[in-house]
């Protein structure tokens, strides 16, 4: 698990900032919201190893916290952290996140010059705190031109996820080459206007 220090914080969130700290705040269900800041560092560090969906030791004096990112607001210019809000989570509880979708494997359409769009790029699900992982992974090797996978196509352990997307929702779909598209079109196009077309007299 994944631990980080904070401090009570009694100063408004513009002051913390300007001393060089994230300012943030922690609630929970059963847990009264506090102020705290955190280093910017040692945050940084701790969330490209964690993201959003892995939980947090967050310690703040004595106490401890297991927590979740809820919120990490960013400046629109310059990506800083500018706050972030920390939920309490019971471990014994499930909890509604989303968790990335990996593709993988290869596609034959892709050989064949096909386009690769995906639609859907996380599941909503609810599971333990403890069984929060990085992505759910998508095998896209039986994907052939023309065709979808779906949220149902995802293999899911559904002893530990409850899967809240709906099942027939598109992830990923594979269409032909816009070049060959347009070639049928112009293709069908002149099909129909040989068979319509009026004999002429001699």
Not at 50 to 56: A, F, T
Not at 70 to 90: C, I, K, N, S, W
Not at 116 to 143: G, N, R, W, Y
Request: charge should be negative; hydrophobic fraction near 45%.
């Amino acid at each position: 698990m994944f631990s980080l220090e904070a401090k009570i914080r009694t100063e408004v969130a513009k002051i913390a900032r300007v001393d060089g700290v994230i300012p943030a705040v922690v609630y929970g269900k059963d847990t009264p919201s506090a102020m705290l800041t955190v280093g910017v560092s040692e945050f940084i560090k701790v969330y490209r190893e964690s993201g959003k969906n892995h939980v947090i030791t967050l310690n703040v004096g004595k106490d401890k916290y297991n927590v979740l990112i809820q919120e990490a607001q960013r400046h629109p210019v310059t990506g800083a952290f500018r706050h972030l809000d920390f939920l309490v989570v019971d471990m014994k509880a499930p909890v509604h996140v989303q968790i990335a979708i990996k593709l993988i494997g290869t596609s034959p359409a892709l050989l064949e010059g096909g386009q690769m769009h995906q639609s859907m790029e996380s599941l909503d699900v609810k599971c333990l705190p403890a069984d929060i992982v990085d992505a759910f992974e998508l095998d896209t090797t039986s994907l052939v031109m023309g065709h979808s996978l779906h949220v149902s196509d995802i293999v899911i352990n559904t002893k530990k996820y409850t899967v809240l997307s709906h099942a027939e929702e598109a992830i990923v779909s594979i269409h032909a080459p816009k070049k060959v598209k347009e070639e049928d079109e112009t293709a069908s196009v002149a099909d129909v206007a040989v068979a319509t077309a009026k004999p002429t007299a001699e």
